[in-house]
């Protein structure tokens, strides 16, 4: 009786708390050069590219115009990942994320809105946050 119930609960922790853990950050979500979880695409022209070197978003800030997009690439030998919102966010990632990118990983995203997108890195939520992709009408 108390090992079937104690088997129950980790089958219920390993399918609740693992996706929690892991979210969008999951190495198997998403390829080095990937959309992403999902929201993704990269159909746009590459107007911007963003660096990540030396655990840094270089430039930190961008701008581009609807419907054109964002290029970033992993210089570091480090995990890193430009997700949309800042850590801790409920809602980041749910404007682009890159998930894991290994060394040399690239990801694109292109921008359909208008607006200032803040994102960070979910491996490196101190030094890299706050960094913006400002996309004009
Ligand atoms: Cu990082």
Redesign the pocket.
Known sequence: MISRATRSIAVLMALVVVPLLCGSGCPSDAPADGNGNGNGNNNGTVAATVR?QN?AFVPSSVTIKTGQAVRWINDDV????ATSGSPGDPDMGSVFDSGNMGPGGTFTHTFNQAGIFTYH????PV??RDATVTVNP
Do not use: A, S
């Not at 890195?121 to 490196?124: G, R, T, Y």
């Open positions: 990540m655990n480090v995990l890193h990942t890195c979910e491996q490196h030094e890299m």
